[in-house]
C-alpha cells in the first residue's frame, strides 16, 4: 500500500513550485456535487497576483512517483483569493487560494421538466452532461413525481431533487469524486459494500506486520466523536470522547500536519447535517411521499451527528477508498467500542510541508 | 419550503370526471410541454371553477410546484395604481340602479355588502347586516331574497312578490297552467278588479259552483 505518490500543481498551465505551496487541501464528500480545493501559497515574484483571477484554471496532477503513471487528474478553477502579508526581516506574501470543480463554472440555468423517480430523472438529465467522466446512478424507488427546473442550472436543480431519492425506504446520496464521476448511491448499498481498509494506531505493533497486510492502514492520528459526550483534548490526539479507554489515547500520535486544522476538524465533526436535507417539513407543503422521502434522507444525515471518526493516514489517493466506501477501525484494544466498520463521509486529500496525507471523515456502520 | 402566490394561464379545463385545472404558472413554466403542467385543484373544499381556457387565475403552490391550489380568477393590476379596470363600473352601478325599479334606490349600499361576483352585465351580492341575497341584471332581471320578502322580476313588468301577508303577480299576462284551487275546501272569494270577461270567463260567483 505504500506507494510514493507526487503532486504537481499548474496554474494556467503553467508548473507551480510544488515547494511554494506549504498547505493544500483537495476535499470532497458525500452530500456534495463539487469536490473543492483551499491552498496556502507563497510567492515573491507577483506571479500569484498576476495570473490568478476568479476561474483561473488550476490543475492537480497526481502520479505515481515510480511509473510516473498519472493516478488523478483534477481540473479546478479558482473561487477566490486572499492575501497575507508578513511583516519583519523578510516580508513574505501568502495567499489563501479557495478552488473548486469546473463543473460549477459550466453551469446555465435552464427551464425545463422531467417526470419520473429521482434516478430517472438524474439518468436523463446527467445523459446531457459531459463533465462527469462516470455515471453509476443506482435506481430509486421513490414515487415517480413531475419535478420542475425553473431557471436553475443543472447543479442547483440535481441537489434540489437529490434529497428525495430514496431506495426501498433507505436515504440515497447523490455525490461526485476527484475523479469526476457522478454517483446516487444507497445508504444500504455503501453499508453493504465490504470494506476496503483496516485502519489502526501507526504505533501499534501490528503496523509492523502491515507489510504483509496491504490493505492495513497506520494512522498518523484519529479524532473520534460522539454526539452528546464530553469530549476532551490531549497532546496525544486531537480530541476523545469517554469511549476511549485511557490507556490507548497513549498510542495515538498526533501527526504535526494535525495541529493547523484542529479547528476545521471540531468543526467538520460537529457540522450539522447538509442544510439542504435539514429543512423542515410541516407535511402539508409537500406531497405526503417527498415529505417521507425528505424524512427518512434528513434522519440518515442527523444519525452521521451520532459517531464519527477523523483519521489522518497517508495518502490514499491511489487506492479505490474513496466517500461512500467502507473502512474497519481498529484500536489497540480489541474491545473498544469505536472499533467497527464505517462509511467514509469526506475525504480530504492535504499537502503539508511536501508531505501528502488524506484525512478521512467516517460514519459509524450499525453492528 | 414555502407556498408563494403565482398567476397562471388556464390551459386545460375542469371535466365531469376531474374538477381539477391544468395550469401554466407564468412566467416560470413558460416553455413547458403541456403534458408537464400541473392539474392543481381549488383552494377551498366544495368550491370550484371549471375555467375558461386562456384565462389567468391566482395560484398559490410551493417552490417547487409539485403541490398546488388554484384561488381563483385573477384581477387585473396596474404598476401605476388605477385600479379603475378591475373595479365594478360607474356604469353598471347607474344602469343597475336604473332597471332597480323595486328598490327604489341605490342597488348597492357600500355598507357591509359582499360582491361574490361582477360582470358587464349583473351583480351578485350579499348584505350581511340583514343576510339578503341580491342578484339584479342591467336586462332587468332581479332576485331578492330578504328576511321578510322575496322578489322575482323581470324586465320592469313581470315580477313576483312574496311577503307574509301576500303574493303579488305582475305581469301583462298570468297563465296558470294545470286545476286552478282557491281557498282550503276549496271555497272562497275570487276578486276580479279589472278586465272584461272573454267568451270564455267566468263570473266569480260561478268558479266553484
Not at chain 1, 240 to 258: D, F, G, L, R
Not at chain 1, 261 to 290: C, H, K, M
Amino acid at each position: 500500500m505504500d506507494t510514493s505518490i507526487t503532486l504537481t500543481v499548474y496554474i494556467e498551465n503553467q508548473e507551480f513550485d510544488i515547494n511554494q505551496i506549504p498547505e493544500l487541501h483537495l476535499m470532497y464528500s458525500l452530500d456534495s456535487l463539487l469536490y473543492s480545493c483551499v491552498m496556502k501559497v507563497r510567492d515573491n515574484t507577483n506571479f500569484i497576483e498576476a495570473s490568478v483571477k476568479y476561474g483561473t484554471s488550476v490543475t492537480l496532477i497526481y502520479k505515481e512517483a515510480s511509473s510516473g503513471k498519472t493516478i488523478v487528474n483534477c481540473p479546478l478553477q479558482v473561487l477566490s483569493y486572499s492575501k497575507i502579508t508578513t511583516t519583519g526581516s523578510f516580508p513574505l506574501n501568502e495567499f489563501q487560494i479557495s478552488l473548486t470543480s469546473p463543473y460549477y463554472f459550466s453551469q446555465k440555468p435552464i427551464q425545463k421538466a422531467y417526470y419520473g423517480s429521482v434516478s430517472s430523472i438524474l439518468e436523463e438529465l446527467s445523459s446531457r452532461e459531459f463533465f462527469f467522466k462516470k455515471k453509476d446512478i443506482e435506481s430509486s424507488t421513490d414515487t415517480p413525481s413531475v419535478r420542475y427546473q425553473i431557471r436553475e442550472s443543472n447543479y442547483e436543480f440535481m441537489k434540489k431533487i437529490a434529497k428525495y431519492a430514496i431506495r426501498d425506504a433507505t436515504a440515497m446520496f447523490l455525490y461526485s469524486t476527484i475523479k469526476q464521476d457522478l454517483i446516487l448511491k444507497s445508504i444500504k448499498t455503501i453499508m453493504d459494500t465490504p470494506a476496503l481498509i483496516t485502519l489502526i494506531p501507526l504505533m501499534d505493533s501490528r503496523v509492523e506486520a502491515s507489510n504483509s497486510k496491504p490493505n492495513t492502514i497506520g494512522m498518523f492520528a484519529t479524532a473520534i466523536y460522539g454526539d452528546g459526550l464530553d469530549i476532551s483534548a490531549s497532546q496525544n490526539v486531537l480530541f476523545t470522547t469517554a469511549h476511549t479507554v485511557p490507556e490507548q489515547v497513549s498510542a495515538i500520535k498526533a501527526s504535526i500536519a494535525i495541529k493547523t486544522i484542529i479547528a476545521q476538524e471540531t468543526v467538520l465533526a460537529r457540522s450539522n447535517p447538509n442544510p439542504e436535507f435539514g429543512t423542515i417539513i410541516t407535511g402539508w407543503e409537500v406531497p405526503y411521499y417527498d415529505a417521507i422521502s425528505q424524512s427518512i434522507n434528513n434522519l440518515e444525515r442527523q444519525n452521521q451527528k451520532v459517531f464519527s471518526v477523523v483519521a489522518i493516514v497517508p495518502c490514499l489517493i491511489h487506492t479505490n477508498v474513496t466517500v461512500g466506501s467502507t473502512v474497519k477501525l481498529y484500536l489497540n484494544d480489541d474491545k473498544s467500542p469505536e472499533n467497527g466498520t464505517y462509511y467514509v463521509k469526506h475525504i480530504d486529500h492535504q499537502l503539508n510541508d511536501s508531505m501528502l496525507y488524506t484525512k478521512l471523515h467516517l460514519i459509524r456502520i450499525p453492528q | 419550503m414555502s407556498y408563494s402566490l403565482y398567476i397562471a394561464k388556464i390551459e386545460a379545463l375542469a371535466t365531469p370526471e376531474d374538477d381539477r385545472l391544468q395550469v401554466r404558472v407564468l412566467p416560470e413554466m413558460e416553455s413547458l410541454d403541456k403534458s408537464y403542467l400541473p392539474v392543481w385543484p381549488f383552494f377551498f373544499k366544495n368550491q370550484t371553477i371549471t375555467g375558461n381556457l386562456g384565462d389567468l387565475v391566482w395560484c398559490i403552490a410551493n417552490t417547487e410546484f409539485t403541490m398546488g391550489y388554484v384561488l381563483g380568477y385573477a384581477n387585473s393590476y396596474s404598476w401605476t395604481g388605477d385600479y379603475a379596470s378591475s373595479s365594478i363600473p360607474t356604469s353598471l352601478k347607474d344602469k343597475l340602479d336604473n332597471v332597480h325599479v323595486e328598490l327604489r334606490g341605490k342597488l348597492l349600499s357600500y355598507r357591509d355588502i359582499i360582491v361574490t361576483y361582477w360582470n358587464e352585465s349583473s351583480i351578485h351580492f350579499v348584505d350581511r347586516s340583514t343576510g339578503a341575497h341580491i342578484t339584479a341584471f342591467t336586462s332587468g332581471t332581479v332576485s331578492i331574497v330578504r328576511p321578510e320578502e322575496i322578489i322575482l322580476a323581470v324586465g320592469a313588468k313581470s315580477m313576483i312578490k312574496i311577503d307574509e301577508q301576500e303574493i303579488v303577480l305582475t305581469a301583462q299576462k298570468v297563465r296558470l297552467a294545470g286545476e286552478v284551487r282557491l281557498g282550503n275546501n276549496p271555497q272562497g272569494n275570487v276578486l276580479v278588479t279589472q278586465g272584461v270577461l272573454g267568451s270564455n270567463g267566468l263570473p266569480a260567483s260561478s268558479v266553484w259552483a
